[in-house]
């Protein structure tokens, strides 16, 4: 069965560090691959998207960035956090790009 | 971009009555699916729906789908405590770069016992 990891789970971040979030797929290939950022009480953002290794597509321009560097690993990255970046970041997988998603449990970034 | 906006925001039932969840989205869809998020955990995919349906159940949930109206409903039935989450439209609309799931700012249920 497939699965998804994705951690840390909480995270505090001074504001001006780097990020680094991991996300992990078992048990399915070639994945598409999706990063989204949920504020507070509200929706989804679609942050980033991937269908194959080493193709990212970014959905909002910010200081965020994404990685694939394998085909089952999804990297969210920032060089310096801003406040504004702080959220519950949730990863998810899906076998096709309009097909039902599977999330992983969320990263709860706060930036202080 | 948001495409799907969930209305009402938030909805307080008794245990035992029918929750009814709207969602209106703007462009030409490929589908569109419910999800549930407990509160602080990532979602859980509930049902699809395809464009070309027009009504779907599964267990004690019922969605429908109106594409001249660009509308879904989600009927939750005989609610439960334990159906107290967040509710998610997501619409897999075609874009400059492909499909992508978008989703709407949920529906908060509270069921109380």
């Known amino acids: 069965s497939q699965t998804i990891h994705q951690w840390p789970a909480t995270l505090v971040q001074p504001v001006g560090s780097p990020l680094s979030l991991e996300c992990t797929v078992e048990?399915?290939?070639?994945?598409?691959l999706y990063w989204y950022r949920q504020a507070a009480g509200r929706g989804l953002q679609l942050l980033f998207y991937?269908?194959?290794?080493?193709?990212i597509s970014s959905e909002v321009p910010q200081n965020l960035s994404a990685s694939r560097p394998q085909d089952r690993q999804f990297i969210l990255s920032s060089k310096k956090l801003l406040l504004s970046d702080s959220g519950f970041y949730l990863c998810?997988?899906?076998?096709?790009?309009?097909?039902?998603?599977?999330f992983g449990q969320g990263t709860r970034l706060t930036v202080v | 971009s948001q495409q799907g906006e969930e209305d009402p925001q938030a909805l307080s039932i008794q245990e035992g009555e029918n929750a009814t969840m709207n969602c209106s989205y703007k462009?030409?869809?490929?589908?569109l699916q419910w999800y549930r998020q407990n509160s602080g955990r990532g979602l859980v995919h509930l049902i699809l729906?395809?464009?070309?349906?027009r009504e779907k159940h599964s267990g004690r949930l019922r969605v429908t789908l109106d594409t001249s109206k660009k509308s879904s409903s989600l009927l939750i039935t005989a609610s439960r405590a334990a159906d107290t989450a967040s509710y998610f439209c997501?619409?897999?609309?075609?874009?400059?770069?492909?499909?992508?799931?978008?989703f709407g700012k949920g529906t908060t249920l509270s069921v109380s016992s």
């Open positions: 998810a997988w899906s076998v096709l790009r309009a097909s039902e998603a599977f």
């Open positions: 048990g399915t290939s070639n994945p598409n």
């Open positions: 991937s269908v194959g290794i080493g193709q």
């Open positions: 462009t030409s869809i490929n589908n």
């Open positions: 729906i395809r464009s070309n349906e």
């Open positions: 997501a619409t897999a609309a075609f874009n400059q770069a492909g499909t992508a799931l978008i």
